[in-house]
C-alpha cells in the first residue's frame, strides 16, 4: 500500500491541476429581482443598493449585504439618495460612495443628479454635496486611481435625449466634493453604459455608446495614466459592441461579462484581457443566462456576478471558479 501512496498523491495532483474554470451559483439573494444597481465590496462584504424594477415605477434605495454571497441582511430600506437607478458607485477612504444617477424612469419628474453621497456602514448615509460640478448624469465611468475617485462620461438623459447629452469629460476629486476637471473632451468619444477599471497604473474605458434615440454601441478599448492623454488600444475587440455590461479586474486580467445589443439582444459571453488590447473568450460548462446590467465584482479571490436583467430581472448571486494554477 505504501508502495501506492506516491502514485495517489500525482494522481490527485494531476486531477487538482486539471481542474477547469466554471461558474457556480451560490444563491437565490432574497433582494427583489433587479439590474442597474449599485454595487460595492466593503468590510469583507458584498454589498448591493437600489436598481431598477421598471421604468413606470420609482428606483429602490435598499441596501443589502452579506459576507458569503448566501446569507444576505437588509441593512436599510430607504437610503436618503433618489437617483439609484445607474447610479455610479465606489469604496473609496474605507466608505461606500453613490453619486449621479436617475430618478423616476420615464414619470414625470424625473431627473438626473449630480449629487454625492458616502456611508461608513451602509445605514447612516451623508450627502457629500447636492451638486458636484460635473452636470447631471447616469451610467458614466467611476474608478479609483493615485488616491482619487474619477469620473468618466456618461448621459445627462436617459430615455429622452440623444447623442448631444453624452459626455466624454473626465474630472476627479480627492473628497468627493472638490471636483477637478481634468478633461472636457477625451480622445475617446461621448459616450454612456461603459465600463472603466483600473489595471496596472492605467485607467482604461470600454465599450458602451448610446441607447435612445439615436443607438449605437462600441467596442473600443482605451487606456490612460492620468486621465487627460488617452491612447487606443484598440478600436474593435472581438466582444461584440455593447451597453449596460459588466466589467472587473481579476487576476492581473480586465473581464467583460455580458450586456445588451440592438442587434443580439442580451449577452451572455465572457473575455479577458492583460492589456485591453489581445482579449481571449472564456468557455466554461456551466454559465449564467445572457443578461444585461448586472453587478460584476472581486470579493475573496472570486469573480462574482450578481442580478441583471436576463428577461426577467434576476436576483441570482454567482461566481467564477477558476482555479489557483489557472493560466489563460
Same mark, same amino acid.
Given at each position: ?60 434605495? @435598499?441596501? !443589502? /449585504? =452579506? &459576507?458569503? %454571497?448566501?446569507? +444576505?441582511? #437588509?441593512?436599510?430600506?430607504? *437610503?436618503? $439618495? ?86 466624454? @469629460?473626465? !474630472? /476627479? =476629486? &480627492?473628497? %468627493?466634493?472638490? +471636483?477637478? #476637471?481634468?478633461?472636457?473632451? *477625451?480622445? $475617446? ?140
Amino acid at each position: 500500500m505504501k508502495h501506492l501512496l506516491p502514485l495517489l498523491a500525482g494522481i490527485i495532483s494531476l486531477n487538482a491541476s486539471a481542474a477547469e474554470p466554471d461558474w457556480v451559483l451560490e444563491s437565490t439573494a432574497p433582494w427583489q429581482a433587479r439590474d442597474s444597481q449599485a454595487e460595492w465590496v466593503f468590510k469583507d462584504q458584498l454589498w448591493i443598493g437600489g436598481g431598477w424594477f421598471q421604468s413606470f415605477q420609482d428606483p429602490p434605495r @435598499d441596501v !443589502w /449585504s =452579506s &459576507a458569503d %454571497g448566501k446569507a +444576505w441582511k #437588509l441593512i436599510s430600506a430607504n *437610503a436618503p $439618495w433618489l437617483h439609484s437607478d445607474l447610479a455610479m458607485s465606489l469604496t473609496f477612504q474605507d466608505r461606500l460612495w453613490i453619486m449621479g444617477g436617475w430618478y423616476k424612469g420615464r414619470l414625470p419628474g424625473h431627473s438626473a443628479s449630480n449629487q454625492v453621497w458616502s456611508s461608513a456602514d451602509g445605514a447612516a448615509w451623508n450627502q457629500v454635496t447636492s451638486g458636484a460640478r460635473w452636470s447631471p448624469r447616469l451610467a458614466s465611468g467611476l474608478v479609483e486611481h493615485r488616491g482619487r475617485m474619477w469620473l468618466l462620461g456618461g448621459i445627462e438623459d436617459y430615455y429622452f435625449g440623444n447623442d448631444a447629452s453624452l459626455k466624454n @469629460d473626465v !474630472w /476627479s =476629486s &480627492a473628497d %468627493g466634493k472638490e +471636483w477637478k #476637471l481634468e478633461t472636457s473632451h *477625451a480622445t $475617446w468619444s461621448p459616450r454612456a453604459y461603459h465600463q472603466a477599471v483600473v489595471l496596472n497604473g492605467k485607467i482604461y474605458v470600454l465599450g458602451g455608446g448610446n441607447y435612445v434615440p439615436g443607438y449605437h454601441a462600441k467596442n473600443d478599448v482605451w487606456s490612460s495614466a492620468d486621465g487627460v492623454n488617452w491612447t487606443c488600444e484598440t478600436a474593435s475587440a472581438p466582444w461584440a459592441p455593447r451597453l449596460w455590461f459588466s466589467a472587473a479586474v481579476y487576476r492581473g486580467r480586465i473581464w467583460v461579462l455580458g450586456g445588451w445589443s440592438k442587434e443580439k439582444d442580451n449577452h451572455g459571453d465572457v473575455w479577458h484581457s492583460a492589456d485591453g488590447k489581445n482579449w481571449q473568450r472564456l468557455e466554461t460548462k456551466t454559465c449564467w443566462k445572457s443578461r444585461h446590467e448586472h453587478s460584476a465584482l472581486v470579493f475573496q479571490d472570486k469573480l462574482w456576478l450578481l442580478g441583471g436583467h436576463a428577461r426577467p430581472l434576476s436576483n441570482e448571486v454567482w461566481f467564477l471558479n477558476l482555479p489557483a494554477d489557472w493560466k489563460p
